[in-house]
């Protein structure tokens, strides 16, 4: 066995040998397993980055059985963290250390992504290694990552990975961190509802923050200029959707008040249907003297001017909204099939 120690960072990375250099780090003696790890660790980021080498290097994380050899490893792959979430092959590494190391002993990569944040949530699996650094964190590690996280929320909520980071904070429905986001989203209302990735944060944002959250974001959905961008858009729709469905009863009137006289602009898109029975289900749930109008009755969009793009008037909060993103022709969009679209790491 110890014929391999020299040889061994050029077996790793072999289509074939790299299989036998996995099935030997189950049966190594501690001594043969320090040594190897010694010898392959000058070049332990280069193993891992490539196709066969990354499971040869997991492997190894995998069966490390003394403090001296998990040292080694850790010193050798603290160069590199970055570069490795990045990488296609890389990352599972990195995924592994989080899986099998102490706390204290995978700081390291806590302080790494810490440092490079923004665009470790813009790559692909930058955006997943972030997810398994959350899950894996010890409650101070946890705190620390989703204080950077929140630090750049609006520089990643519109990527089409960043996204999936902010989601996956949200989803642990901390209500004191999904309001901070949700406070934060509020001025970038309508810029926000109209793109395809930030459109479904907005979504989980209206979910999870608290009732008073909720109110202000409905109050200000309450205004026929914003309602007539989004209800036009074919992802701010869906958010105008959500907010239908989670309104206080005393807000319910007035949203639907502000959406029904301009249900007649969209009277052929494919979506009009189903926010038609939402209004006619919400209305018959609350009694609603509206109830019976039907959703294109009248022509009452004349009483607004539907191509205004203004930057909007502040709401009672004082929240002046930017219509950064006006889309005056929804044929620029792909259409938006449903209320989630699929993860980059389910992609086939």
């Known amino acids: 066995?110890?014929?391999?120690?020299?040889?061994?960072?050029?077996?790793?990375?072999?289509?074939?040998?790299?299989?036998?250099?996995?099935?030997?780090?189950?049966?190594?003696?501690?001594?043969?397993?320090?040594?190897?790890?010694?010898?392959?660790?000058?070049?332990?980021?280069?193993?891992?980055?490539?196709?066969?080498?990354?499971?040869?290097?997991?492997?190894?994380?995998?069966?490390?059985?003394?403090?001296?050899?998990?040292?080694?490893?850790?010193?050798?792959?603290?160069?590199?963290?970055?570069?490795?979430?990045?990488?296609?092959?890389?990352?599972?590494?990195?995924?592994?250390?989080?899986?099998?190391?102490?706390?204290?002993?995978?700081?390291?990569?806590?302080?790494?992504?810490?440092?490079?944040?923004?665009?470790?949530?813009?790559?692909?699996?930058?955006?997943?290694?972030?997810?398994?650094?959350?899950?894996?964190?010890?409650?101070?590690q946890k705190t620390a990552l989703v204080a950077h996280i929140l630090s750049c929320c609006l520089q990643v909520v519109q990527d089409p990975f960043g996204n999936y980071v902010l989601q996956y904070v949200l989803e642990a429905k901390d209500s004191s961190i999904n309001d901070t986001i949700a406070i934060a989203?509020?001025?970038?209302?309508?810029?926000?509802?109209?793109?395809?990735?930030?459109?479904?944060v907005m979504e989980k944002v209206l979910r999870g923050a608290s009732p008073h959250i909720q109110e202000m974001y409905v109050d200000t959905?309450?205004?026929?200029?914003?309602?007539?961008?989004?209800?036009?858009?074919?992802?701010?729709?869906?958010?105008?959707?959500?907010?239908?469905?989670?309104?206080?009863?005393s807000q319910t009137d007035a949203l639907v008040n502000t959406i029904r006289p301009l249900m007649p602009m969209i009277k052929s898109a494919p979506y009009a249907k189903k926010l038609e029975g939402k209004i006619d289900a919400i209305t018959k749930k609350t009694g609603s003297p509206n109830a019976n109008g039907g959703s294109f009755r009248g022509n009452s969009s004349s009483e607004y001017d539907t191509n205004s793009r203004g930057n909007g008037s502040p709401n009672k909060y004082g929240y002046h909204l930017s219509n950064e993103n006006n889309h005056n022709n929804n044929n620029n969009y792909h259409h938006r099939m449903g209320n989630e679209r699929q993860a980059p790491w389910q992609a086939s």
């Open 221 to 249: 959905m309450c205004n026929p200029d914003i309602v007539t961008h989004l209800i036009q858009d074919d992802y701010g729709n869906y958010v105008l959707q959500t907010a239908l469905s989670i309104c206080a009863p």
């Open 1 to 140: 066995m110890t014929e391999i120690i020299p040889h061994v960072a050029e077996l790793m990375t072999d289509q074939y040998a790299n299989f036998l250099v996995q099935k030997l780090f189950d049966v190594m003696p501690d001594d043969v397993r320090y040594n190897v790890a010694q010898v392959a660790a000058p070049k332990i980021s280069t193993i891992a980055l490539t196709p066969h080498g990354t499971f040869s290097v997991q492997k190894m994380i995998e069966t490390i059985s003394t403090r001296e050899e998990m040292e080694i490893v850790r010193a050798a792959l603290s160069k590199d963290v970055v570069r490795l979430v990045k990488d296609t092959h890389g990352n599972h590494v990195i995924q592994k250390v989080l899986q099998r190391f102490d706390y204290e002993d995978k700081e390291f990569i806590y302080e790494a992504v810490m440092s490079d944040c923004v665009a470790i949530a813009k790559n692909k699996q930058g955006c997943c290694v972030l997810q398994r650094c959350l899950e894996f964190a010890s409650p101070s």
């Open 185 to 200: 989203f509020l001025p970038h209302l309508v810029q926000l509802c109209m793109n395809k990735f930030s459109s479904n």
